[in-house]
């Protein structure tokens, strides 16, 4: 069942799409769409018609069709609009207080999660694993500027505002793979964050949340005990936790499990060896503005170890 | 009049069939009749198209190319290569010419690769040793920082095979 979804968002086509709805929320946005565009068009269509009607005929207009067509046709049709989309709203924003709860905060240019604050409090970033058919409430806050949450197949957006928190509920039905996006301008790499959710069935998130709460996986090889005395000797955990390893840092994004996400640098690239160590060598130049500085002072047997480790770690 | 008859039916279900395995060839890497296009297309490159471009080029004036001869990667397939290069995330260190998003500066451009000496700066650049640096750099020149990827064989003939288009950098 896990396996049958694909390893990365970035292989989806329409992973980040609001058209093809998976979550309770962006099925009403779907559906409000999709009658104001039907109900909107036919008006439309309609006037059309009576234009050219008006255009054959000489005779001027009945006040009966002004009073009906200019004023209690748009009163009602707005009417109707307003009832349709605040109950749309309200149910969007229903809070449930048996739902699960999961920090987000964004960082330029990451994300940090954080679930079950008050209980587990497991810290993993980049990559939110959801059950199906579940409420979830995301407590939405910001470490710097204003950022903007938004997984279009899931759910409606909502800002990041440094400050203070926003909540946002939501469900996801449908389990798989989906993509986020910051939606927000929040400086220069901007665009390049992003993130993966993946639903899971409940069942499969219990196991997944119990797992991931646990410590990082063992070296199991001389070249993973090495990258691992890298990671520690280069000082990477002065930014990053890697629990059973180094813990506490939150300067960058938690690697406890970073080898099991589906991408690599908040959504972007494919999460593999080739591509984490070009990142860990050259950040500066594939995520202009982020920062962790570029380590291209590691001998090339140190990044590769250092870049199997992290890779192993799943 | 009913040999005709036959006939006429015989045309029309080959006709059908034709157009069957049009249809189904026409949808990516599906069924038989694709397998059989596929096949029908190589069968007559090799008949026609390689007495042609040999007639155009090595006979004309009396030189094979032998350099293109020696970097032709037996079974490699150039445009799946080019997506191999993507999934392998190639393009975190290189910049390679036609490659989605490869644009890193990590390690040497790969442009121009066919006209290269030396694979890595130590194995002489023929398909042979192409391959064998792609399935593992570290076995080869221990203080590299290219790490070994986890390429099978199958795919590193098909990158090398992409490498070998990029001429003249």
């Not at chain 1, 679930?115 to 993993?124: E, H, I, M, Q, S």
């Not at chain 1, 119990?210 to 990477?236: K, N, W």
């Not at chain 2, 009749?33 to 007559?44: D, S």
Request: net charge neutral.
């Amino acid at each position: 069942m896990e396996r049958d979804i694909p390893q990365s968002a970035l292989d989806i086509y329409g992973a980040q799409s609001a058209l093809e709805p998976a979550g309770f929320g962006a099925a009403i946005v779907f559906d409000l769409t999709f009658a104001m565009t039907v109900a909107f068009g036919t008006v439309f269509v309609g006037v059309m018609l009576l234009v050219w009607l008006a255009w054959r005929r000489d005779r001027p207009a009945r006040h009966w069709w002004v009073w009906s067509g200019g004023i209690v046709l748009p009163v009602v049709s707005i009417l109707v609009l307003m009832v349709a989309s605040t109950a749309a709203l309200v149910a969007m924003t229903r809070s449930d207080d048996t739902a699960l709860v999961v920090d987000v905060t964004g960082h330029q240019f990451w994300w940090d999660l954080v679930y079950d604050p008050d209980g587990l409090a497991v810290r993993d970033a980049n990559e939110m694993v959801l059950p199906a058919g579940r409420p979830v409430t995301l407590r939405l806050q910001s470490a710097d500027v204003i950022h903007s949450f938004w997984v279009p197949s899931l759910s409606g957006k909502m800002d990041m505002i440094p400050g203070r928190v926003n909540t946002l509920t939501l469900t996801a039905t449908e389990p798989g793979r989906y993509r986020g996006q910051c939606a927000e301008f929040c400086g220069l790499s901007h665009p390049r964050m992003a993130f993966e959710v993946v639903v899971l069935e409940p069942a499969a998130f219990d196991r997944w949340l119990i797992r991931t709460a646990g410590e990082a996986r063992d070296a199991a090889r001389p070249e993973l005990l090495r990258g691992r005395q890298v990671f520690i000797d280069y000082g990477c955990a002065a930014c990053h936790a890697v629990r059973g390893v180094a813990t506490g840092a939150r300067l960058g994004p938690d690697l406890t499990r970073v080898g099991a996400r589906g991408s690599l640098g908040a959504g972007m690239w494919r999460m593999n060896q080739g591509n984490l160590a070009g990142w860990i060598a050259d950040v500066g130049d594939m995520k202009p503005g982020a920062k962790m500085p570029s380590y291209n002072h590691l001998s090339g047997p140190d990044l590769r170890a250092v870049s199997a480790w992290l890779v192993s770690l799943k | 009049m009913a040999r005709t008859k036959a006939y006429a039916v015989g045309i029309a279900l080959t006709g059908a069939a034709l157009a069957a395995m049009v249809w189904s060839a026409g949808r990516p890497g599906h069924g038989m009749a694709a397998r059989l296009v596929a096949h029908l297309a190589v069968v007559a490159d090799a008949a026609f198209g390689d007495v042609a471009g040999w007639l155009r080029s090595g006979a004309a004036d009396g030189q094979p190319d032998w350099a293109s001869a020696a970097q032709d990667v037996w079974q490699g397939d150039a445009d799946r290569g080019a997506a191999l290069m993507v999934h392998y995330g190639c393009g975190s260190c290189h910049v390679i010419p036609g490659v989605t998003g490869a644009r890193g500066s990590v390690g040497p451009g790969l442009g121009g690769f066919a006209d290269r000496a030396y694979v890595g700066g130590v194995l002489p650049n023929e398909p042979a040793g192409l391959v064998r640096w792609l399935i593992d750099p570290p076995l080869h020149s221990p203080q590299t920082a290219m790490p070994d990827l986890g390429v099978d064989e199958a795919d590193a003939r098909d990158m090398a095979a992409y490498l070998y288009t990029l001429r003249g950098g």
